[in-house]
C-alpha cells in the first residue's frame, strides 16, 4: 500500500536495472549518464554504485567469492528499499556469475527487475583500464580480479545488451533510457 502511494507521488513505478559487465565496460559511466537524463525527464532515480558502497556500507569486505556475494547480497537489499520507496534504482556491479545474478534477482518482483548486459570485451576493457586494476591485476598485485584471475560469465538471457566496445556512450545511454521508460508505463 505504501509503495503504490509513493509511485503515485512520483508518477511512475519503482523497479531496478541491474547491471553487470566487466570492470572497465563502461556500467557506471552508463548509469550515471542515465540517472541525468531520467532526472530532467522527472523521473526519481537513483545509482547505487559499488565502489561508494565499499567506502561504506560494505567496507569490511574484500574481494573473495564469499565477501563478493556479501557486497551483492547488501547491494540488492539496498535497492529493493529504494524500489518499495518507489524509486528507480540503477546499479552497476560487476555481478560476475550466474549464481550471483540468481541471488541478486531473488530480492525482488519479476516485474521490477531487468538485467543489463554490458557487453566488453576483455582486451577493451584492458585498454581502458580507467582505474589501473587491469595493470596491478596482470602484474599480479591484485588477486582475484574479474576478468584475469577471478571469472566473469556473461549473462546467458539478459533483459537488455548494450554493446560498448561497438556503440558509441551516447546511443547506449539513448537505449537504456528507452528501456528503462518502457518499464515505467
Not at 542515465?34 to 559499488?50: A, F, H, N, P, T
Amino acid at each position: 500500500m505504501q509503495r503504490e502511494r509513493l509511485e503515485g507521488l512520483n508518477g511512475h513505478k519503482g523497479g531496478v536495472v541491474w547491471f553487470t559487465g566487466l570492470p572497465g565496460s563502461g556500467k557506471t559511466t552508463i548509469a550515471n549518464r542515465v540517472q541525468e537524463k531520467l532526472l530532467e525527464l522527472g523521473i526519481r532515480c537513483v545509482v547505487l554504485d559499488g565502489d561508494q558502497l565499499r567506502k561504506g556500507l560494505n567496507r569490511d569486505l574484500g574481494f573473495s567469492e564469499t565477501d563478493r556475494l556479501e557486497n551483492l547480497r547488501r547491494a540488492a537489499q539496498v535497492a529493493q528499499l529504494f524500489v518499495e520507496a518507489g524509486s528507480f534504482v540503477l546499479a552497476p556491479f560487476i555481478t560476475p556469475t550466474d549464481s550471483c545474478r540468481a541471488v541478486v534477482k531473488s530480492f525482488f518482483k519479476t516485474e521490477d527487475y531487468s538485467e543489463l548486459y554490458v557487453k566488453c570485451a576483455l582486451d577493451s576493457c584492458v585498454r581502458r583500464d580507467p582505474k589501473g586494476m587491469y595493470s596491478l591485476a596482470l602484474e599480479g598485485e591484485l588477486p582475484d580480479f574479474t576478468g584475469v584471475s577471478a571469472p566473469y560469465e556473461p549473462p546467458v538471457e539478459p533483459d537488455i545488451v548494450i554493446d560498448t566496445e561497438c556503440v558509441e556512450l551516447q546511443p547506449c545511454v539513448d537505449t537504456l533510457v528507452d528501456f528503462v521508460q518502457s518499464r515505467l508505463q
